[in-house]
């Protein structure tokens, strides 16, 4: 008899192009359930290797069963600071901690890449994310925050 193991087995891993399309249907899918997709969305998740990975970005998968059910970006800004972005995980993967995992690799690679401030933007309403952003060390910081009209809050992590 095999019993099954208390920390399913989830790997993040590197973004490929061969992910391009799973990267866009993971993010629309949370983006539509609670808002509408913006000309940015459709830049970024249209085009993700010649918006995010060309510009210096870099994108993490999630990857459970054989399944990718998580993603989340690293979108640069400028010689010091990148964005956290396009965070997204299955219905059916939540409570699995992808959220935490993907969060942690991306401040990790941010430190990697010589980033001083890693900030998001993202809505109130998603208490969810704000609660997982405030555990990875996220505080909120002033804005005019114009890029989104979703957005309603700014987070900011010095690395």
């Not at 399913?8 to 899918?29: G, K, M």
């Not at 870099?58 to 965070?87: N, P, R, S």
């Not at 001083?116 to 704000?130: D, F, H, P, W």
Request: glycine content about 6%; charged content about 25%.
């Amino acid at each position: 008899m095999t019993t099954a193991s208390a920390t399913p087995s989830v790997s993040i891993i590197d973004y490929t192009p061969a992910h391009a399309a799973r990267f866009r249907e993971l993010n629309q899918a949370w983006i539509e359930r609670y808002f509408e997709m913006e000309e940015l969305d459709h830049k970024s998740l249209g085009d993700p290797d010649g918006y995010i990975i060309a510009k210096g970005g870099f994108i993490f998968m999630a990857e459970y069963q054989g399944e990718i059910v998580g993603t989340c970006a690293l979108i640069k800004v400028d010689a010091t600071t990148y964005e956290l972005a396009k965070m997204a995980v299955t219905d059916k993967a939540q409570g699995l901690k992808i959220g935490k995992r993907l969060g942690e690799a991306a401040i990790q690679k941010a430190r990697e890449l010589g980033a001083q401030t890693l900030m998001l933007l993202s809505n109130r309403k998603l208490e969810t994310a704000l609660h997982l952003y405030h555990k990875l060390g996220f505080v909120e910081v002033p804005d005019e925050l114009k890029e989104y009209k979703r957005a309603d809050i700014k987070m900011e992590l010095a690395l």
